[in-house]
């Protein structure tokens, strides 16, 4: 028996789960498939229990470090199982969270693969979805006026590096691991590259990070980047950049080793295990795209600014459409994509407004343009800088590497972007999001008093260093 609903939303990730929640709000009777579980890559793959890996090895390095503080911890040990234990338990509250959130909103849930079909006796549109069910019954017909795609991504990697789950990894297996090796070799330095090579320093692995480009986490500020190498190689982090990785030299007997181009000559590298982090590839095969017109671009789903596929009853958010592959980006493109086909004329997603973040130690974070993407546009600027050495809060956490840097529009005095590396500044950067979305300019961040002692000081030391007026440097 086919049933009908306002909407149903393939994946139940991040951006789908929220979409879902947004359009049962707005009274549109839901339905979300989803194959695993609720919350997705996020969830249970991705942001949330590498964050909680990140925080056991930010505690350890806090204990290892006690005496520093006067607090004497006598031989601090990893015990890795409890580690992945609270990781395990972290995970599971939230999912529990999620699935509540479901049952609260009165949306369907169906635990399977839906696929699109084409036109049929149920719609003369393609849209129709047959779920085929995790538990083996019958395949559920589900008849939406609209479609939501939001099946997320994947690891990818390089061609023919083949990843064998044990020795060569990606993050998935990776946030599974039972024991800790002595040493990994990461492939790519990028932002998951980096969080995993913070981390696996800080619990005592040698770590040594290949990366193709010629700097690392190449997307940030050309500051941030040249800071977080600094700081990650004084720790030990060994970094090889403009590495082109040779998969076909890969030998895998008990340990890894693979060759990469540096410089016009050839390098071997050899550790206990290898990461691939080299990017994620969209999960759209085998749901149906065959049977509509929707169009790939380089292997992403093609939308227009409201999400909407060539099919205009079916959007795609998140991942699946590239660009930006973030948790928070995903929800408010579902959010988005909810509205829009409610009629209720949303404004479309500025992209320059949403920050991201670094989980490493030390922490990134950035909204805005980067100095070089800010000369490239034709803006002269005008830039502040400020340190975390000359803010008190830093030195009392034992944490006084970084700055906070700030750039503006000489002309305008609008702020275009906003860069931080340093100790909590994940947790800061939204001061400068809302900066952004009001179009600030440096002298209403300065007018703003930052509590003292406070980390948040060194934003507004920056918004005045824009034009000279930095107190404490």
Known sequence: MAEEFDLVILGGGTGGYVAAIRAAQLGL????VEKGKLGGTCLHKGCIPSKALLRSAEVYQTAVKGEEFGIVTGDVKVDFSKVQDRKNKVVEQLYKGVQHLMKQGKITVYEGLGRILGPSIFSPMPGTISV?????????????????????????????????GNLVLTSDEALNLESLPKSIIIVGGGVIGIEWASMLNDFGVDVTVLEYADTIIPTEDHDVSSEMLRLLGKRGVKFVTGAKVLPETLKTDGSVSISAEVKGTTQEFEAEKMLVSVGRSANIEGI??????????????????FFQTKETHIYAIGDCIGGLQLAHVASHEGITAVEHMAGKKPERLNYSLISKCIYSSPEAASVGLTEEQAKQEGFELKIGKFPFRAVGKALVFGEADGFVKIIADKKTDDILGVHMI?????????????????????WEIAKTIHPHPSLSEAIGEAALAVDGRAIHS
């Open 422 to 442: 340093g100790p909590h500044v994940t947790d800061m950067i939204s001061e400068a999001g809302l900066a952004r979305v009001l179009d600030a300019t440096p």
């Open 132 to 164: 085929e069910m995790n538990n083996g019954s019958e395949n559920e017909m589900l008849i939406p006026q609209n479609i939501i795609i939001a099946t997320g991504s994947r690891p990818r990697t390089l061609p023919g590096l083949e990843i064998d």
């Open 29 to 32: 009777k839901t339905a979300v």
């Open 288 to 305: 149906g795209l065959e049977n509509t017109e929707i169009m790939k671009e380089n292997g992403f789903i093609a939308t227009n600014e």
